[in-house]
């Protein structure tokens, strides 16, 4: 039996994972979140679960219990606060990791640590900040790899989408939906092709790289095929028979999401998404169809 950290535990991922490993597996779960991009109703149905012990806490405080692995999920997808105050949330996120790579050191823990792979499109001036920090981080995970022979990986993740999303994130699926549920009108400025992967998926895939030796420390966790932004848009509002009115404000740009390199995955761990694009999207419009909290 494993004890294992989850940081960012109450969030959108870190949810979905905690409720995964609480299902599937005989493990101590403790998780870390302070709240500042979640809330504490996504992880309501588990407080009771005498297998998981929860600690609302700042992840740059000292962690002063031991386990066997760590899932660094805090702030990997949910970039809001990033644009919100850039100088911040870059020294934030710094500080964490080094804390978590002391914490490592200490007590031989795995690693999993997630970045989102669209921010390392070119040509967002606002993002060439955020690249450098994620540039950096993944610079000093290397880096702790070399010298101490830690068992560290970064995973990182596609345009993932499904339940525990809160309103003010504003990711595309989801926040779609919610529009969509209010019969809002939805703009894009521009078409983009995307790699829209299903939570359940990346959570499957986030357990056997850390269960796993790989030939290179960063992974990318991705479904193999793309879909336009603008599709994936009509189909909600189809789905839903909703009202919204729909339009892209410059049709004729089209651009290209970065493409990940799924081929560890594929060979090295014999692992592909298996969730298609419309059971992901039917199953996530169902989850937010029935909150009432989502709508006006």
Known sequence: MDKILITGCAGFLGSNLLEYLLTNTNNIIYGIDNFSSSRISTIYPFLKNDRFIFLEDDIR???????????????????????????????????????????????????????????????????????????????????????????????????????????????????TIIKALNNEDIELEFDEEIYATYVTDIIKALNLIMDNMLSRPIVDVSCGSTMRKSDIIKLII???????????????????????????????LNFKCTTSILEGMSKTINFYAKKSNYRA
């Open 61 to 175: 405080n000292n962690i002063d219990f031991e386990v066997d692995k760590v899932y660094h999920l805090a702030s990997s997808g949910d970039l809001s606060r990033y644009f919100s105050n850039k100088y911040e949330y870059v020294f934030e996120q710094i500080e964490i990791i080094k804390n978590i790579f002391h914490y490592i050191n200490n007590t031989g823990a795995k690693l999993i640590i997630t970045q989102p792979f669209y921010s390392y499109n070119t040509g967002a001036k606002e993002k060439y900040m955020l690249y450098d920090m994620l540039n950096l981080i993944t610079n000093m995970t290397i880096y702790q790899i070399k010298e101490n022979n830690f068992d560290c990986k970064i995973a990182r993740l596609a345009y993932y989408y499904g339940k525990n999303m809160i309103k003010e994130d504003k990711r595309l699926v989801n926040d």
């Open 238 to 268: 189809t789905f839903l028979k909703s009202q919204s009115k729909f339009k892209v404000n410059n049709p004729d740009l089209i651009k290209h999401s970065y493409k990940p390199d799924i081929e560890l995955l594929n060979k090295e």
